[in-house]
């Protein structure tokens, strides 16, 4: 079974500066996608990232970028010059190759102060 | 619509009452997936439909648990004798297709925060 692990339960940077939230995941399969996922209070689940595990470039979206190191079963999630927006929980997510299951970490609290 | 809408937002039951939570997908998405956040946890898939019928109901906890997609557009998640810890926002959201073809991406509405006293 695939597990996917976020060791961080909980972070604060100042606004403005760069973040790094880390996840690993465990699975024996070889193509796969990987996520990330936004919620705020709002609680509506935002996809910021995806990554597919047969490329081998990171995925870039804005500020957000991961490093995808996919022997070591890693994925984390850089924020740039963050913003107080970017407030919320952040999950990790796995989702195996022609599945229609998407497997979530228990998340990490990103809190951006003043 | 515009987006995936639930209702209600929330609803606080006694144990043992029976309850249905509705899901109002974007229109024309054919894929709709029920997902359980627990306090403290990430989401937990529950079933997936493809139009009419469940494709994947593997995530059902148990019998008391049941969902419908009668016309394949609104869903309904019913659960019967609710027990405590059914308590959980259920997460419904879609896509334009199923999410098995890889290119696609869900999109989630804002939930349905279950109490069960």
């Known amino acids: 079974a695939q597990t996917v692990t976020q060791s961080q339960p909980e972070m604060s940077v100042q606004e403005a500066e760069t973040v790094t939230l880390s996840c690993t995941y465990d699975?024996?399969?070889?193509?796969?996608?990987l996520f990330w996922y936004k919620q705020p209070p709002s609680r509506q689940m935002i996809l910021v990232i995806r990554?597919?595990?047969?490329?081998?470039q990171n995925a870039t979206e804005n500020r957000f970028s991961v490093n995808f190191q996919k022997a070591a079963k890693s994925f984390s999630l850089k924020i740039s010059d963050s913003q107080l927006g970017d407030t919320a929980m952040y999950f990790c997510?796995?989702?195996?190759?022609?599945?229609?299951?998407?497997?979530f970490g228990k998340g990490t609290r990103l809190h951006i102060l003043p | 619509g515009a987006g995936v809408s639930q209702t209600p937002s929330n609803k606080v039951t006694e144990k043992g009452k029976y309850v249905e939570l509705r899901c109002d997908p974007i229109?024309?998405?054919?894929?709709l997936y029920w997902y359980r956040q627990s306090l403290g946890q990430g989401p937990e898939f529950l079933i997936y439909?493809?139009?009419?019928?469940?494709?994947?109901d593997s995530g059902l906890p148990n019998d008391r648990f049941f969902a419908v997609r009668p016309e394949g557009s609104v869903s309904t998640l019913k659960i019967q004798r609710t027990e405590r810890g059914d308590s959980a926002v259920y997460l419904c959201?879609?896509?334009?297709?199923?999410?098995?073809?890889?290119?696609?991406?869900?999109?989630f509405g804002a939930g349905s925060r279950l109490t069960v006293l």
């Open positions: 959201a879609s896509s334009l297709i199923g999410i098995n073809s890889g290119a696609n991406v869900l999109t």
């Open positions: 699975t024996s399969e070889n193509n796969y996608y």
């Open positions: 990554q597919e595990a047969y490329k081998q």
């Open positions: 997510a796995f989702m195996k190759h022609a599945d229609d299951k998407i497997i």
């Open positions: 229109s024309g998405h054919t894929a």
């Open positions: 439909f493809q139009g009419t019928g469940a494709a994947d």
